[in-house]
């Protein structure tokens, strides 16, 4: 079980609907040892699926949230409904992430909510990665998908692996390319390693200059840096169905996505009108709590129940919050998502079985000095 902030990665699958992140979260759930069977959409079996109107229309109608440990890594996972008509469900738990993994069909190429979800993405700064699901498909076209992203979002969109010729497997290109399974690998991973290098001039002179070949360890530092600043935006290839490419994807998750400490500290504001400055978030336990709800949803046992991602500090069991009164609330926010934040106001906030009732932010700012995000 991870313990510390680099044990940690929080990312959500995003994507139109039918691309399969109900069933991929499933797959790696299975695929990371947490299920001991993968469950079915037509027979309303699965983890991230579990509304009875879920389970009777076969699509997510809200986000859902598991977690689950591999290879001494916690990952955070969110699944997200894919129909354009709830969109906004999605939307609102990308601010509760470092990693937006954006899921495309290898059969059905990018959609309209996968361009949304790109677009919103690289707007919050958010790390993106392309997950191309489906390869097992007989009318998969991943090659056509991979030159249809780099042609809508840039040359930015490079593989991390590649599907073989029947869709069964993957092919690695970055931590341990083959070259004898033919020049696209070699091709690929020079690709990546041409991108990563260029933010780091000492790592390009070792490159370039002395031709020494650059370990995964190596890169690493420079490979969160182009991630932050959307200077590349990783591609890999899974099928759900069959299961290949999910330790894959588990490893890139693991060994190249990033940690709290290391994504784009999240966009809150401070102040108001002309007095408004940038916040400064550190993911630092010991500094007082900043934390912002992203999911409000209705428990038939419980009630209300909001979910809340903690950016800063640390909550307690049994911790009191001070955060907005309803009248500064509406003079502040009226044009912020009043509907969303309001329920933040009313109704109690629970974090998985923390037992504690905290409102909207931090516990130390002076009377209007709220944070908001921007």
């Given at each position: 079980?991870?313990?510390?902030?680099?044990?940690?990665?929080?990312?959500?699958?995003?994507?139109?609907?039918?691309?399969?992140?109900?069933?991929?979260?499933?797959?790696?759930?299975?695929?990371?040892?947490?299920?001991?069977?993968?469950?079915?959409?037509?027979?309303?079996?699965?983890?991230?699926?579990?509304?009875?109107?879920?389970?009777?229309?076969?699509?997510?109608?809200?986000?859902?949230?598991?977690?689950?440990?591999?290879?001494?890594?916690?990952?955070?996972?969110?699944?997200?409904?894919?129909?354009?008509?709830?969109?906004?469900?999605?939307?609102?738990?990308?601010?509760?992430?470092?990693?937006?993994?954006?899921?495309?069909?290898?059969?059905?190429?990018?959609?309209?909510?996968?361009?949304?979800?790109?677009?919103?993405?690289?707007?919050?700064?958010?790390?993106?990665?392309v997950i191309v699901n489906k390869i097992d498909s007989k009318e998969a076209r991943p090659r056509e998908v991979l030159e249809q992203l780099q042609?809508?979002?840039?040359?930015?969109?490079?593989?991390?692996?590649?599907?073989?010729?029947?869709?069964?497997?993957?092919?690695?290109?970055?931590?341990?390319?083959?070259?004898?399974?033919?020049?696209?690998?070699?091709?690929?991973?020079?690709?990546?390693?041409?991108?990563?290098?260029?933010?780091?001039?000492?790592?390009?002179?070792?490159?370039?200059?002395?031709?020494?070949?650059?370990?995964?360890?190596?890169?690493?530092?420079?490979?969160?840096?182009?991630?932050?600043?959307?200077?590349?935006?990783?591609?890999?290839?899974?099928?759900?169905?069959?299961?290949?490419?999910?330790?894959?994807?588990?490893?890139?998750?693991?060994?190249?996505?990033?940690?709290?400490?290391?994504?784009?500290?999240?966009?809150?504001?401070?102040?108001?009108?002309?007095?408004?400055?940038?916040?400064?978030?550190?993911?630092?336990?010991?500094?007082?709590?900043?934390?912002?709800?992203?999911?409000?949803?209705?428990?038939?046992?419980?009630?209300?129940?909001?979910?809340?991602?903690?950016?800063?500090?640390?909550?307690?069991?049994?911790?009191?919050?001070?955060?907005?009164?309803?009248?500064?609330?509406?003079?502040?926010?009226?044009?912020?998502?009043?509907?969303?934040?309001?329920?933040?106001?009313?109704?109690?906030?629970?974090?998985?079985?923390?037992?504690?009732?905290?409102?909207?932010?931090?516990?130390?700012?002076?009377?209007?000095?709220?944070?908001?995000?921007?």
């Amino acid at each position: 079980m991870a313990d510390t902030l680099a044990d940690i990665r929080n990312l959500a699958l995003v994507g139109h609907s039918g691309a399969g992140k109900t069933l991929l979260a499933e797959a790696l759930l299975l695929q990371a040892g947490a299920l001991r069977s993968k469950g079915s959409l037509a027979r309303g079996t699965t983890v991230c699926d579990f509304d009875a109107q879920e389970k009777r229309l076969q699509h997510s109608l809200d986000a859902a949230i598991c977690t689950f440990d591999t290879q001494g890594t916690r990952i955070n996972l969110i699944d997200t409904p894919g129909m354009p008509d709830f969109i906004g469900r999605a939307l609102s738990v990308l601010e509760a992430v470092e990693t937006a993994a954006v899921v495309i069909s290898a059969v059905d190429g990018i959609e309209a909510v996968t361009q949304r979800m790109m677009d919103f993405a690289a707007e919050r700064e958010l790390c993106r990665l392309v997950i191309v699901n489906k390869i097992d498909s007989k009318e998969a076209r991943p090659r056509e998908v991979l030159e249809q992203l780099q042609a809508a979002f840039g040359r930015e969109c490079l593989p991390l692996n590649l599907p073989n010729a029947d869709g069964s497997a993957v092919l690695d290109c970055f931590f341990r390319p083959d070259p004898a399974q033919g020049d696209a690998i070699a091709q690929a991973h020079t690709a990546i390693v041409d991108q990563v290098v260029e933010v780091d001039e000492r790592l390009m002179t070792l490159y370039l200059e002395q031709g020494e070949n650059l370990s995964p360890e190596q890169l690493h530092d420079p490979f969160e840096q182009v991630l932050r600043n959307g200077h590349l935006i990783p591609v890999c290839f899974v099928s759900a169905e069959t299961g290949a490419g999910l330790a894959e994807l588990l490893e890139i998750v693991c060994r190249l996505m990033p940690t709290p400490a290391e994504g784009n500290p999240p966009p809150f504001i401070k102040g108001d009108g002309a007095n408004a400055v940038r916040a400064r978030v550190t993911p630092d336990p010991g500094l007082h709590v900043i934390a912002h709800v992203f999911k409000v949803s209705v428990d038939p046992f419980v009630g209300k129940l909001g979910v809340m991602r903690v950016h800063q500090g640390t909550v307690r069991n049994g911790g009191q919050f001070n955060g907005f009164t309803s009248d500064d609330f509406t003079a502040f926010f009226e044009t912020l998502h009043p509907a969303k934040l309001d329920l933040a106001l009313k109704y109690p906030v629970l974090t998985q079985s923390l037992p504690f009732y905290p409102h909207f932010l931090p516990t130390n700012l002076a009377d209007k000095n709220f944070f908001r995000r921007s």
